[in-house]
């Protein structure tokens, strides 16, 4: 089994910035894709970014020139820099990881999410 979990929200001026950490934990192989996903009041969780294991990224739209995902693949580790933040960017901020862990082979696990706050 493996564990994800996120830090590093918390609640920042517009215009300011925040890295949101993930880190993932366990009895692992190996960790495949990545990602940041965020959900705001009554809204669907959405797509933020992702990295594969070859480091290529994606990024939504609405964050392209402003995120930054990156992973640390030594300390099982994946980042999410943001600058420029907007408050339309208030939302929990969930990670994601495919990780090929002992016994129960390759599956998808979720962190409990990080709150991110963006004041006007």
């Known amino acids: 089994q493996a564990q994800v979990v996120e830090s590093g929200g918390g609640l920042v001026q517009a215009g300011g910035s925040l890295r949101l950490s993930c880190r993932v934990s366990?009895?692992?192989?190996?960790?495949?894709?990545m990602g940041w996903y965020r959900q705001a009041p009554g809204t669907q969780r959405v797509m933020v970014a992702t990295i594969t294991s070859g480091s290529s990224t994606n990024y939504a739209e609405f964050v392209k020139g402003r995120f930054t995902i990156s992973r640390d693949n030594a300390k099982n580790a994946f980042y999410l820099q943001m600058n420029s933040l907007k408050p339309e960017d208030t939302a929990v901020y969930y990670c994601?990881?495919?990780?090929?862990?002992?016994?129960?082979?390759?599956?998808?696990?979720w962190g409990r999410g990080t709150q991110v706050t963006v004041s006007s």
């Open positions: 366990g009895s692992i192989y190996s960790i495949n894709s």
């Open positions: 994601n990881a495919e990780v090929d862990a002992v016994v129960v082979g390759t599956k998808t696990y």
